[in-house]
C-alpha cells in the first residue's frame, strides 16, 4: 500500500474560479499566473484547464515558458522576470512569447538580439517602478524606452506595475503608487497593466482608473487563496487538498512530551495521533503547537514539532481517530492560509514548496 500523503487538484475548483475571476473582470482581459508549477498545482494540468478561460498566461522565466509551449499551450505567454542574457531574448522570440522589460540592461539584450538578426518578442511589457523597488523602469524613463523599443520593431507594448502591498487599499504605500501609477497611465494610449488577486479583490475596479485595468494578472485566487476581505468565506474554491491517514495512535500520560526537543506536555491523559507527513514532504517546520489540522473532519492542535517524515496530534477531543483515519493538512475545509499563519508564513510559500515525493492526483473536469 503507497505512503497515504497525497495532493488532490481538483481541476472543476480551478475552472470554476477561473470562471468567478472572469466575472470580476468586468470585460476586462484575463492573464492567468501558472509561475512556480502554478503555484505548486501542476503546470501543465492547470494551465490545460484555464487555458480556454483565460487571455494568456504568465510564468517567471524562460524555462517554465519552454515547458507551456513543449506542452502545447498556443496562448499567449508572459514571461514576468525577462531574459537574463541576448540568448534568453532569442529563445523568447522563438518561443513565441512575451516578454517583461524592467531595466536598461534587457534593452541593450534586445538590440544585441536584433543586430544578431532576431527581432524582439512580438509584445513588451515596460515595468515600471511605481514604489515596490524591486523591479521596473523610472516613470521619468518611460517614454525614453518606449521610444527605443519602438526603434527596434516593437509595436505592442504594454505598461505594467506591481502593487507592494495591494491588500491594503489605503496604506500610504499603495496610495503614493496609485498615484505614480495614474501619471504614468494618463499620458499612454497604450494598454496598461496593474492588478494582481488582492489587487483585484481589494483595490477593485472602481477605486483603480478602469483604464489601467485593461489586464488582470491574478495568480493566488485562482487557485483558491484567500485575500483579506474574503474573510472565512471566500468565493472561490480550494484547488489542492493536502490529505494523509492515521499511521499510529498512543496514549501519553501527564507530564510526558511528544516530539523532538520535548517541546509538547501532555497537561492531560492524551491520545496522540501520528501522521505520516513531515517538513519533508513540504508541511511546515515552523507550524506551532496548535496548528489546526483535520482529523476525520474535526480540528485537532498539532502536538510537538514536526519532524521530516512525521507530524504528532492530539486527538483526544476526537474520539473517531483510528489508525487509518482520515486527516487533512489543507484544503476545502481548512484553509491553507489559516495553516500559514500558524507558521509565520503565507500560503503562497507553503503552496509552493510542496516537493516531488509528495503525489499529486488530479480530479478531471470529466470525472463529475
Ligand atoms: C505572481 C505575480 C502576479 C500574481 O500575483 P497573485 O498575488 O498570485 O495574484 C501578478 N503580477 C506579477 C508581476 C507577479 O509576479
Redesign the pocket.
Known sequence: MPRPTRLTIDLRALAANAQWVRSLAQGQRVMA?V?ANA?GHGLIACANVLQPLVEAF?V?CCEEATQLRQAGTTKPILV?EGPFDTADVIELTHLECWTVIHSREQLGWLREAKTAGTNPPSAIWLKVDTGMHRLGVSPEDVSNITDELRSLGVVDIVL?T?LAHAESPDAPLTCRQLQRWQQVAQDWEGELSLL???GLTEIGMSQAQQRSLEWL?????LYG?RTPSAGDKPPSQAVMAFDSRIMAIRTVSVGETVGYGGHWIAQRTSQIATIPVGYGDGYPRTAENGTPVLVENRRCPLAGRVSMDMITVDVTDCPAARVGSAVQLWGQELAVDEVARHANTIG?ELLTRLPERVPRVFRSLSRY
Open positions: 499566473a509561475k503555484y504568465a517567471a514576468l505594467a506591481h494582481n488577486s488582492a494578472r491574478p495568480g493566488y485566487m487563496g503562497y
